[in-house]
């Protein structure tokens, strides 16, 4: 789970606990499930017929009116329901994403031969109602959240090229990425990090290349929208300072061992 606010600890325990449930009724219920691929900007919860997604691949954006209120990415169970769009809520898939779709029939059939999955499912539901009960509840004091965009890099893709202009900073949203200075590795993004974030601040060119390691999402925040960004979460100014302290620090270690190596005459 993704939100555009900072969430607590607990609502992230509790998201952690849904993915692995969902993993393991939809490992369960495989064969009843029929592959959809959904186009960029379609909604998914305007499927015909009820019942439950489970993204493979790819970002969907869960808003309510007209608010954006959570993403699920790889690993997350999204409940189909029609009659969702009159409560003006919407589920659109950032680009081309995939889902494993389980009619509601077919699930509660699937359940009735595996009774040892109905109090995990029972579960799940209960799970899933809370997350989106206190993010609804969390995400109702911005006035006008920021607009960000969602991006997807395959492995080995560039994120960010050295010396590089950069008019927006890059938060890592899911997956491994490495840093490169002249073709050297000099580090590792991991998720909930920044990329680009000192080009950003500073208004020089990117220093580093950012490379992904594995498929990466990355979250885009255009400058005009950054102190936006900051207001509707505050605890982004703080993870930002934490890891410009840690690069700089990295930094330094890095430098300091490449002087001493050329003063032993290494280099």
């Known amino acids: 789970m993704l939100a555009m606010i900072d969430t607590p600890d607990f609502l992230r325990g509790m998201h952690e606990r849904s993915r692995r449930l969902a993993g393991r009724l939809f490992e369960r219920v495989r064969s009843q499930a029929e592959p959809l691929r959904i186009k960029a900007g379609e909604d998914l919860l305007a499927h015909s017929a009820p019942g439950f997604a489970y993204v493979t691949g790819g ?12 993403l699920y990415t790889d690993g997350d169970l999204i409940v189909v329901d029609p009659q969702s769009g009159s409560e003006d809520c919407s589920a659109e898939a950032t680009f081309a994403s995939g889902v494993l779709f389980v009619s509601r029939p077919a699930l509660v ?29 969390l995400h109702g004091s911005p006035e006008h959240p920021p607009e960000v965009a969602f991006r997807r890099f395959e492995e080995g893709e560039e994120i960010l090229r050295q010396g590089q202009d950069l008019g927006e900073i890059y938060e890592l949203v899911e997956g491994t990425a490495t840093a490169s200075i002249d073709g050297s590795d000099v580090g590792v ?17 990117c220093s580093a290349s950012v490379t992904a390691a594995e498929p990466c999402f990355v979250q885009a925040i255009p400058r005009a929208q950054f102190v936006r960004l900051v207001q509707s979460r505050p605890q982004t100014g703080i993870r930002l300072a934490q890891g410009l302290a ?9 430098l300091v061992r490449k002087l001493e190596a050329r003063g032993k005459g290494v280099l």
């Open 189 to 205: 993004i991991r998720a909930g990090e920044f990329i680009g974030e000192i080009s950003f601040l500073t208004d020089l060119p």
């Open 246 to 254: 840690r690069r700089i620090t990295q930094l330094d270690a890095e």
């Open 109 to 137: 059939t699937a359940l009735q031969g595996a009774p040892d999955l109905l109090h995990p499912f029972v579960e799940l539901m209960g799970l899933e109602s809370q997350i989106l009960h206190v993010l609804c509840a």
């Open 59 to 70: 970002v969907f954006k869960l808003q309510h009116a007209g608010r954006a209120v959570r």
